[in-house]
């Protein structure tokens, strides 16, 4: 009975770790499964001119999700970079022949090989092809667009600093505008007018005032010269109508040029007749010419000959 | 009774005369005549407008062994000027047209290969020269200078004579002389110029002097 009870519990306590380990590893299993381990992978080669930025283990992204990583980097005889990925079967359907692929480096983040596929009904990417990846260096872009904005707020700086120590120089330019204008605006509060300001003595105001009354006399008499009935300006009225008058005969005359023209165009049109028939005449002479120099020169033909 | 004779006298004439000369022929010849005159007299604008025309005309007939001639007219004109040959429209006609006449004329000219010329190919005239060249005997040369007539002639065989460095005073001074015949300014000009540097290498100052006060006082 004892003995019975014995080989009951010692089965019971093997059956229970049985049962645990082939838990254990059921999930183990299960786990290992679900993170693509017993699936089959695809190894691509890529390269690149330069290894900086990629590391092994390096992720391969589409679309922003993980479809595989890098897995070897090596150099080969002509000095490029292979960079050689592992995609799982089931992602490959993202790596086509159009695929094009580019290690990114960002700012805030690690860097990674993006794929960027256009036509996914494209063919599968062969496996011992060698894509080309290209690198976007976010960080280098950053700082060369970065260097120039900081060379000029360092230039800036340095001139607000130049301002401020002449602002606490007294002897610097600005302080003495300052104290110019001080001078002069207590100046202008002691004087009775710009002119005098501008001036400096009452004698010379007095001579400026003394002249604008002698302009205005000389004005008043100039108005009535001017507009007088038997001044300036109806005189001057006389004259215009006058002009008018003369051009209004003028307007004939143009009248007459006009016509004059018109009847030297036709004109030309009969001379370029009298030309064409000059031609004529002169082509009838040349041959004529021509004709007489044959008989003359015996129907000797003229014929090219070596100097 | 008068004008019947002098009618059935012009009638005569020209029953007696053959068709005269196409048109292309006539001022073809006439324009490379004109051509050859004013270029050695030193128009060379002139002459280029003539030149073109005597292309042109030639053109017309479309014989390229004729207008190969007209090419090497002018190249005839640059070695007399001592200019630099102007060949290449000359030479794609040559390919296309090939004439043994013009190809020897043209190996003539250039002054080149004496060994390879047939001097019975080239125009009567420089057969004797040629001849003279190719067993580089100056006195035989000289002699068949002296014996070509027409004055054009003469002043080419002198240019490539020159080129061979076989010319002496005796030539220069048939140049200078068939130049100032002729009316040939240009020709004049430089073969005066050639006999100063021939007197200057021989030592004799004031001879050499003496031509170049002649050749300023023709100049322009």
Not at chain 2, 17 to 43: C, F, R, V
Not at chain 2, 110 to 131: E, S, V
Request: aromatic share 6%; proline share 3%; with cysteine.
């Amino acid at each position: 009975m004892g003995s019975s009870m014995k080989l009951k519990r010692e089965f019971k306590v093997g059956l229970f770790v049985l049962l645990t380990t082939l838990l254990i590893v059921c999930s183990i299993s299960y786990v290992a499964y679900k993170k693509g381990v017993f699936e089959t992978e695809h190894a691509y080669t890529l390269y690149s001119i330069s290894g900086e930025g990629l590391t092994e283990g390096m992720p391969v992204l589409f679309s922003g999700f993980k479809i595989g990583k890098v897995t070897e980097l090596e150099l080969n005889d002509k000095g490029m970079v292979i960079i050689r990925i592992s995609v799982p079967n089931r992602h490959t359907k993202w790596v086509r022949q159009n695929s094009q692929f580019a290690m990114v480096r960002p700012v805030i983040g690690t860097a990674r090989i993006n794929v960027y596929t256009d036509d996914l009904a494209a063919p599968p990417l062969v496996l011992d092809s060698q894509s080309e990846v290209l690198i976007v260096d976010d960080i280098n872009q950053l700082i060369n667009k970065a260097q120039p904005i900081v060379a000029k707020l360092d230039q800036t700086v340095a001139n607000i600093e130049q301002i401020t120590g002449n602002l606490a120089n007294h002897n610097e330019n600005i302080n003495k505008i300052i104290s110019n204008t001080e001078k002069v605006s207590a100046n202008f509060a002691s004087k009775k007018s710009v002119a005098e300001l501008v001036l400096g003595e009452e004698e010379s105001v007095r001579s400026i005032h003394g002249s604008i009354r002698h302009i205005e006399s000389i004005l008043k008499h100039t108005d009535e010269r001017v507009y007088n009935p038997e001044g300036t300006l109806p005189l001057v009225n006389l004259i215009l109508k006058d002009i008018l008058l003369k051009l209004d005969k003028l307007n004939t005359t143009v009248d007459n040029i006009n016509q004059i023209s018109t009847n030297a165009s036709d004109s030309t049109k009969d001379l370029r007749l009298l030309r064409s028939e000059i031609d004529a005449t002169v082509t009838a002479v040349k041959g004529l010419s021509r004709k007489i120099d044959g008989i003359l020169s015996s129907g000797k033909e003229k014929e090219i000959q070596l100097p | 009774m008068k004008q019947a004779l002098l009618f059935s006298l012009i009638w005569l004439i020209l029953g007696c005369t053959s068709a005269p000369a196409p048109d292309w022929m006539y001022q073809s010849y006439n324009a490379l005549d004109s051509y050859k005159s004013s270029i050695l007299e030193g128009k060379s604008t002139l002459a280029d407008l003539y030149f073109e025309r005597a292309v042109a005309e030639t053109k017309r007939s479309g014989d390229l062994i004729l207008l190969g001639r007209v090419y090497l007219t002018q190249m005839a004109m640059e070695t007399v000027l001592q200019h630099p040959h102007s060949e290449n429209a000359f030479l794609a006609i040559l390919k296309i047209a090939p004439d043994p006449e013009n190809e020897q004329y043209y190996r003539f000219l250039q002054g080149k290969n004496y060994g390879d010329l047939i001097p019975a190919l080239l125009p009567g005239q420089y057969r004797d020269f040629a001849a003279a060249l190719q067993q580089k005997n100056e006195e035989a040369a000289s002699g068949a200078i002296g014996r070509i007539k027409d004055p054009c002639s003469q002043i080419i065989s002198i240019s490539v004579c020159d080129k061979w460095r076989l010319c002496k005073e005796q030539e220069y001074r048939t140049a200078i002389d068939t130049a100032s015949r002729q009316g040939w300014k240009a020709v004049l000009q430089l073969y005066l110029e050639k006999l100063a540097g021939l007197q200057d290498a021989r030592g004799e100052k004031e001879q050499a002097g003496l031509t170049r006060e002649k050749l300023d006082l023709l100049k322009d």
